[in-house]
């Protein structure tokens, strides 16, 4: 579970806030990229009556259907940055954007999936997934709101656990619960925070590799945390890596230039692949590297 999932929303389920209502129009006269982190600082007061800087200046833009990853060490605010295209959190200063709206608050066009799955325990997968569906959707006819649960349960392989509740499923088929919760809800941004982190590795390729063809069917925007630089050169377009904390900003974006889709085995003999993944180790554990001494 990370530490910047907010207490007022412990659930990754959506707002009950149409799309229209949740973005705040923004005095955009041109064209711009569909997701845009627009000098993004986030500053907290402190018990002294100082301040602590979280985001120092944060930009990037992210284009539709684009994968990236977000890289960087605790404390750098990757989850902070991703609470504000969330809606969890506001900017200090700057703004998020979404196809030139101001991201103010959730919605279920921002659906998020986290590392401890937050699912409801008395629920079952399919109950999970039909709640969201139904918060959002609640004039729907039923029959076309249970379709809708039951086909994206059948879309991460979960039709024959569709009537478990999470006790009885295991680390990798929570997490498909969620992903098709989220999915369900049909967003335009997928927010992904770790959320392999609590699996173990089989569990985790076998998810990965599910992600990737969920998203090549359906070409969501992800924006993806994780701390495996492996699994951020398998998944993204591009890698974001960020500078320590406090007052991180964005240091060096990686491009990731595989083709899709992707093998995992052939991905590991392209030359490339190792010049990346020895680029990124040598920015987080050389150039940024934690300093320990006190």
Same mark, same amino acid.
């Given at each position: 579970?990370?530490?910047?999932?907010?207490?007022?929303?412990?659930?990754?389920?959506?707002?009950?806030? /149409?799309?229209?209502?949740?973005?705040?129009?923004?005095?955009?006269?041109?064209?711009?990229?569909?997701?845009?982190?627009?000098?993004?600082?986030?500053? %907290?007061?402190?018990?002294?009556?100082? +301040? %602590?800087?979280?985001?120092?200046? &944060?930009?990037?833009?992210?284009?539709?259907?684009?994968?990236?990853?977000?890289?960087?060490?605790?404390?750098?605010?990757? #989850? !902070?940055? $991703?609470?504000? &295209? #969330?809606?969890?959190?506001?900017?200090?200063?700057?703004?998020?954007?979404?196809?030139?709206?101001?991201?103010? *608050?959730?919605?279920?066009?921002?659906?998020?999936?986290?590392?401890? %799955?937050? /699912?409801?325990?008395? /629920?079952?997968?399919?109950?999970?997934?039909?709640?969201?569906?139904?918060?959002?959707?609640?004039?729907?006819?039923?029959?076309?709101?249970?379709?809708?649960?039951?086909?994206?349960?059948?879309? &991460?392989?979960?039709?024959?656990?569709?009537?478990?509740?999470?006790?009885?499923?295991?680390?990798?088929?929570?997490?498909?619960?969620?992903?098709?919760?989220?999915?369900?809800?049909?967003?335009?941004?997928?927010?992904?925070?770790?959320?392999?982190?609590?699996?173990?590795?089989?569990?985790?390729?076998?998810?990965?590799?599910?992600? $990737? *063809?969920?998203?090549?069917?359906?070409?969501?925007?992800?924006?993806?945390? +994780?701390?495996?630089?492996?699994?951020?050169?398998?998944?993204?377009?591009?890698? &974001?890596?960020?500078?320590?904390?406090?007052?991180? *900003?964005?240091?060096?974006?990686?491009?990731?230039?595989?083709?899709?889709?992707?093998?995992? !085995?052939?991905?590991?003999?392209?030359?490339?692949? %190792?010049?990346?993944?020895?680029?990124?180790?040598?920015?987080?554990?050389?150039?940024?590297?934690?300093?320990?001494?006190?």
């Amino acid at each position: 579970m990370t530490d910047h999932q907010p207490s007022t929303t412990p659930i990754s389920l959506p707002m009950q806030t /149409l799309k229209a209502t949740t973005l705040e129009t923004a005095p955009q006269s041109q064209q711009e990229p569909f997701l845009v982190i627009d000098n993004v600082s986030k500053v %907290y007061p402190t018990s002294g009556g100082g +301040t %602590y800087t979280v985001l120092d200046g &944060v930009n990037f833009t992210v284009g539709e259907g684009e994968f990236i990853c977000l890289i960087g060490h605790s404390g750098c605010g990757k #989850s !902070t940055l $991703l609470d504000m &295209v #969330s809606g969890f959190r506001t900017p200090s200063s700057g703004e998020v954007r979404l196809q030139s709206n101001r991201i103010t *608050k959730p919605g279920p066009d921002r659906m998020v999936v986290f590392q401890n %799955y937050s /699912l409801l325990p008395w /629920l079952t997968a399919f109950e999970n997934v039909y709640l969201g569906i139904h918060s959002v959707w609640p004039d729907k006819p039923k029959a076309e709101k249970e379709a809708i649960a039951r086909d994206h349960l059948a879309m &991460v392989g979960l039709t024959e656990a569709a009537d478990k509740k999470p006790k009885a499923l295991s680390g990798g088929m929570k997490q498909r619960v969620s992903i098709a919760r989220a999915l369900a809800l049909r967003p335009q941004v997928l927010v992904l925070d770790e959320p392999f982190g609590a699996l173990d590795p089989i569990t985790r390729e076998e998810l990965q590799e599910e992600l $990737l *063809k969920i998203w090549m069917e359906h070409r969501v925007t992800v924006l993806m945390i +994780t701390h495996d630089i492996d699994e951020a050169l398998f998944l993204s377009d591009r890698v &974001v890596m960020m500078t320590n904390g406090p007052a991180a *900003k964005v240091g060096e974006i990686l491009e990731i230039p595989f083709p899709r889709p992707r093998n995992r !085995t052939r991905l590991m003999e392209d030359p490339k692949y %190792y010049e990346l993944r020895n680029e990124a180790l040598d920015f987080l554990y050389h150039r940024f590297a934690h300093d320990d001494v006190e």
